[in-house]
């Protein structure tokens, strides 16, 4: 069990649907992260909150929209979808982006596939 | 630009021992880390370097040498739970938060 926790574990969805994705942690770091991954291949980074603070977004499309709403938790509303969308969505939290020896712990992910 | 090196798969027996290397060109380091990934389950930290020498932990061991750009994990009494990819992680010198990423290392471990 990791103490990050992440839902739901699986999301199938069509293209024109709204859903999104839950992260949790309760271990008081203060920097989550969003990540996607395809199969065989490392993380890629998608936002990276600071203090409840969007501070990375890389060149991530406008259909995935993150949300902080307090320190514990990551949203990411996913919207209009592509199918090359499908990946495994993992976030992960780290106690303070910028202390440097402190690693990132990981949710589990959830596994999304677009119809 | 940025790159990590690690070798794209690796067979092992149990209870023996293997050594999975990483290299990584960069513009400077802030440490680095290994992480060990079982196919569709999260990535789990394992070691952290940051100076140069070797970190103990258990049966895992990870040693770093920076004036080679050289990293490697060290798994001991090999399991056939270690099967799993191991992935090899650098600090963004220009953004410290931010990780850079090697493909990752299959370990297959057979009886």
């Known amino acids: 069990d990791t103490e990050v926790t992440q839902t739901p574990k699986h999301l199938v969805m069509g293209m024109t649907n709204k859903k999104s994705l839950k992260c949790e942690q309760h271990?008081?770091?203060?920097?989550m992260y969003w990540y996607k991954q395809k199969a065989k291949k490392p993380p890629e980074l998608m936002f990276v909150y600071s203090y409840e603070k969007l501070s990375i977004n890389e060149s991530v499309p406008s259909r995935f929209s993150p949300e902080c709403p307090n320190s514990s938790l990551l949203n990411l509303h996913l919207h209009a979808l592509q199918p090359e969308d499908s990946a495994l969505y993992l976030c992960?939290?780290?106690?303070?982006?910028?202390?440097?020896?402190?690693?990132?712990?990981f949710g589990d992910g959830t596994r999304l596939s677009i119809l | 630009g940025q790159n990590i090196d690690q070798p794209t798969e690796m067979t092992a027996t149990e209870g023996a021992i293997v050594q999975i290397n990483c290299t990584y060109q960069t513009s400077g380091f802030n440490g680095l880390f290994w992480y060990q990934q079982h196919a569709g389950e999260a990535p789990t930290f394992l070691s952290y370097?940051?100076l140069d020498g070797l970190e103990e932990k258990g049966r895992f061991s990870s040693f770093l040498s920076r004036s080679k750009g050289y990293s490697y994990l060290l798994l001991k009494e090999l399991q056939m739970k270690d099967s799993a990819s191991y992935l090899c992680?650098?600090?963004?010198?220009?953004?410290?938060?931010?990780?850079?990423w090697g493909a990752g290392t299959k370990l297959i471990i057979k009886p």
């Open positions: 992680a650098v600090r963004d010198p220009d953004s410290n938060y931010q990780l850079i």
């Open positions: 992960a939290s780290s106690q303070d982006r910028e202390l440097s020896n402190q690693p990132q712990h």
């Open positions: 271990m008081g770091h203060r920097a």
């Open positions: 370097n940051v």
